[in-house]
């Protein structure tokens, strides 16, 4: 998602609260949360590519293969906590 898109998207959900806490503290709680998400998607990312490496007998998929060696590349990790090592 892009920068322009993520903040369209916060900017309507924000819309849609009706709780003036909540709306008004919605960008420091999702500023806290996000490298927690972030780090649950990568290691989501690994324990995939892992099974994908094993006798894994679920479904395997070959995009879905192909998205879990891209989202485990260290230039896209960087890429996603980049912006939060700016902050």
Request: overall charge positive; hydrophobic content about 35%; some cysteine.
């Amino acid at each position: 998602m892009s920068a322009a898109d993520k903040a369209r998207f916060i900017d309507t959900y924000v819309s849609h609260i009706e709780d003036a806490h909540l709306r008004d503290t919605l960008g420091d709680r999702l500023r806290l949360r996000e490298p927690y998400v972030l780090l649950r998607g990568i290691s989501w990312s690994a324990m995939g590519w892992t099974a994908y490496q094993s006798d894994y007998h679920g479904v395997r998929n070959p995009d879905t293969c192909a998205t879990l060696q891209r989202y485990l590349r260290l230039d896209f990790i960087r890429q996603i906590f980049d912006p939060i090592r700016g902050r």
